[in-house]
C-alpha cells in the first residue's frame, strides 16, 4: 500500500510527462499534413523550379565550333610553256571534311609562297584564296540542285549564284555518278560596278573510283573528284575574284583526304599573286625579266611590251598539289 507522500510524488511526476510528451504528437502529426497538402518534398519548399510543369531555363546557343585541321605533306609540281618549273615538298593544314561540312574553306598554308624556275615566286594563299581558311575571298556556302553555290566572292555579287563544289557527301550518289551542269551566271564587281557574264561548267569526274598517286604510287581505294572550268571573264578580274580556268578536286573516303588539287591560270596572275605578297618589283614573270614593258617612254618599245604581256597573260600555267604521304 502506497504512502500519501508517494501518492502524491506520483501524481506530480505524471502531471509533468503527460502534457510534455502530449505536444509533441500534435506536432509531428501537423507537420506530415502539411507535407501531404503541398503535394512537394519539404525538404525542396514552394520552389517554382521544382515543378515538373515549369519548363527548364533556356540554354546559351552552342558556340560553332571550327574545322579540325591536320597537317599534311603536299608534293608541288607546275608547268608553264610545256616545261616543268616547280618541284618541291610543302606542309599544308587541311579541313578533310569541308565537303562534308559543305564549307568553303579547304586548306591553309603556313608557308605559302613557293619560287619556279624561269617564273618567279607564287603565293599559293593568293592564288587559291577563294578556297583558304581565314581568307576574306572565303564565302558561306548553300545547296542548289546538288550544287554547293556562292552568292558573293570578296568585291563580286554573282547573279544567280555561282557553283562552287558538287555536292559529293550529302548529294544524290546516283546523280552524282553522271554529274554534268553548266550554269551562265553574271558577276558584279561591287567596287567598279562593272558587269560581266560567264560560263562555269562543272563536272564529276570519278564517284568511288580507286585512285594512285603519280608521286607516292599510292592507291586509294575509294575517291571522288570533280572539275570546274570558267570561261569567259576578263583576265584582269581572275586573281581578284578567285577565277580561274579550270579546278580540278580529289578527295578520298574512310578516312577522309583531300588527294590532290589542280588548277590553271593566267601565267601573269600566278606570279601577281606571288609579287604582291612579298613585296617585290612588277608581276612579270622572271622569263620576262629585261624586255620592254607597256610602261616604256620609248614608243616602239612600249608596243612591243604591250603585245609581249599580252601573250603572257594569255599563257597558262598549271600547278597541282597532291599529298606525299601514306594513306592511313
Not at 548529294?171 to 560581266?196: F, H, P, R, W
Request: hydrophobic letters at 35%.
Amino acid at each position: 500500500m502506497l504512502s500519501r507522500n508517494c501518492v502524491i510524488h506520483l501524481t506530480v511526476t505524471l502531471l509533468l510527462v503527460l502534457p510534455s510528451w502530449s505536444c509533441r504528437i500534435p506536432k509531428q502529426q501537423g507537420k506530415k499534413e502539411s507535407a501531404e497538402s503541398v503535394g512537394v518534398n519539404p525538404e525542396k519548399g514552394n520552389n517554382p523550379t521544382d515543378d515538373p510543369s515549369t519548363p527548364p531555363p533556356e540554354q546559351p546557343p552552342a558556340t560553332p565550333q571550327g574545322p579540325t585541321l591536320v597537317t599534311k605533306t603536299y608534293h608541288v609540281s607546275a608547268t608553264a610553256l610545256g616545261f616543268d618549273v616547280c618541284d618541291q615538298d610543302i606542309q599544308v593544314e587541311v579541313n578533310r571534311e569541308f565537303l562534308a561540312r559543305q564549307e568553303a574553306g579547304v586548306l591553309k598554308f603556313a608557308n605559302p609562297v613557293i619560287t619556279c624556275s624561269f617564273v618567279g615566286k607564287i603565293d599559293l594563299a593568293q592564288a587559291l584564296s577563294g578556297i583558304v581558311i581565314g581568307s576574306p575571298l572565303q564565302p558561306k556556302l548553300t545547296v542548289q540542285d546538288q550544287l554547293l553555290v556562292a552568292t558573293s566572292l570578296g568585291d563580286g555579287a554573282y547573279e544567280p549564284a555561282r557553283p562552287y563544289f558538287p555536292d559529293l557527301v550529302k548529294g544524290d550518289a546516283q546523280i552524282m555518278a553522271t554529274y554534268k551542269k553548266t550554269a551562265t551566271i553574271t558577276l558584279e564587281d561591287k567596287k567598279t560596278n562593272k558587269k560581266e557574264k560567264l560560263t562555269v561548267v562543272t563536272n564529276v569526274t570519278a564517284m568511288d573510283k580507286p585512285f594512285t598517286t603519280f608521286i607516292t604510287k599510292k592507291t586509294y581505294p575509294k575517291t571522288r573528284a570533280f572539275k570546274v572550268v570558267i570561261d569567259g571573264v576578263d583576265e584582269a578580274n581572275k586573281l581578284k575574284h578567285f577565277l580561274f580556268d579550270q579546278l580540278t578536286m580529289r578527295v578520298a573516303l574512310d578516312p577522309a583526304e583531300l588527294v590532290s588539287l589542280e588548277f590553271t591560270g593566267s601565267v601573269a596572275k600566278m606570279v601577281e599573286s606571288g609579287r604582291s605578297s612579298t613585296g617585290g618589283g612588277n608581276s612579270d614573270p622572271e622569263f620576262l625579266e629585261g624586255l620592254p614593258t607597256s610602261t616604256d617612254d620609248d614608243p616602239l618599245a612600249s608596243t612591243f611590251g604591250s603585245a609581249v604581256e599580252t601573250v603572257t597573260g594569255l599563257v597558262g600555267m598549271t600547278i597541282r598539289l597532291e599529298l606525299a604521304e601514306k594513306p592511313n
